[in-house]
């Protein structure tokens, strides 16, 4: 199991102004994850081929000043491979 940032671990501003945008935390069980680097992050190695896994994924944004006013947004992409 892998995460990928569009935006490398930030809110981006929708619209005119590009040097806008929010920081976030993501993390996975309890782990902080760096999405700021462009490659896909691995959450998770393996599992049992029975076992079902969950995990538990928890977004927060800091306190960091004030951005423009507008929508902003990121994708997350999750990405499972079988082995």
């Known amino acids: 199991v892998a995460l990928r940032s569009a935006n490398q671990g930030v809110l981006a501003f929708v619209g005119d102004d590009p040097t ?46 004030l951005p423009s006013e507008g929508e902003y947004e990121d994708v997350i992409t999750v990405t499972v491979t079988a082995q």
């Open 20 to 65: 806008s945008f929010v920081p976030f935390n993501l993390s996975v069980d309890g782990n902080l994850i760096d999405l700021s680097i462009e490659t896909d992050v691995t959450i998770a190695e393996s599992a049992p081929p029975t076992a079902e896994a969950r995990y538990a994924i928890a977004v927060e944004i800091p306190d960091f000043g």
